[in-house]
């Protein structure tokens, strides 16, 4: 079974420009969550879809946005893109919504993004 | 949200037990306890979870405090594979879907040949 899929894995914008970041969940999962690593802050979660609506959020601007389609791939979009945007963006999907406490998280390699 | 502390880095000799130490004093009663590791440039990966009872399975144990304010991460003989950052989470049932992940620092494990 194919893992979580994160493309691109890297990109380089500029500041003010915007970006999307896609995530394809392993076959059948129908939660996807995403997550911002910088060094700084470690691991803060943004957010998570299930069936095509966002659950839950996490402390983020509204710079800072996604969506889930049909087939439970996700996107997020972060417009106007400032410095400390740069960070490892991961995905991760799991069978069921986040309120399974218990759920497991699987997770894709991240998409890497520098902000010029 | 109830926080989580773990020792910034620890060292292991390869084949030797190692205990990773988390600290969650506030935690609630609807907290369980999760463990993820993530090796050099990848995404983080499952490890363990457990709420008041020792767990065990294929990769490590899980001892939790009786009164259930730090739990300790068991890895019973160490390879150089599991030299990763090892996170200790709180994840709590708060009704419906709102829902939240609480992310400690993690430790910094190195594994000596």
């Known amino acids: 079974k194919a893992g979580v899929t994160q493309t691109p894995r890297y990109l380089i914008k500029t500041r003010g420009q915007q970006v999307t970041l896609s995530c394809s969940p392993i076959?059948?999962?129908?939660?996807v969550s995403w997550y911002q690593q910088t060094p700084g802050q470690g691991l803060q979660f943004l957010f998570e879809?299930?069936?095509?609506?966002?659950?839950n959020k996490g402390n983020f601007p509204g710079r800072f946005s996604g969506r889930q389609f049909s087939n439970s791939r996700s996107e997020m979009n972060v417009s106007t893109l400032e410095l400390g945007d740069s960070a490892l963006y991961l995905c991760?999907?799991?069978?069921?919504?986040?309120?399974?406490?218990?759920?497991?998280?699987?997770f894709g390699p991240g998409t890497r993004l520098t902000v010029l | 949200d109830a926080k989580t502390t773990q020792p910034n880095s620890m060292e292991s000799n390869e084949e030797e037990p190692v205990h990773l130490p988390c600290n969650h004093s506030?935690?609630?009663?609807?907290?369980?306890i999760h463990w993820y590791r993530q090796l050099p440039s990848q995404g983080p990966e499952y490890v363990i979870h457990g709420l008041t009872s020792n767990v065990n399975n294929r990769m490590a144990s899980l001892a939790i405090a009786e009164d259930r304010k730090s739990s300790t991460l068991i890895l019973h003989r160490a390879t150089l594979r599991d030299a990763a950052v090892y996170y200790c989470i709180l994840r709590r049932a708060s009704g419906g879907s709102n829902y939240k992940l609480t992310f400690g620092k993690g430790t910094l494990l190195t594994v000596n040949p």
């Open positions: 991760a999907s799991s069978l069921a919504p986040l309120a399974g406490v218990t759920d497991t998280q699987y």
């Open positions: 879809y299930f069936s095509e609506t966002q659950r």
């Open positions: 506030t935690i609630s009663g609807t907290d369980y």
């Open positions: 076959s059948g999962h129908r939660s």
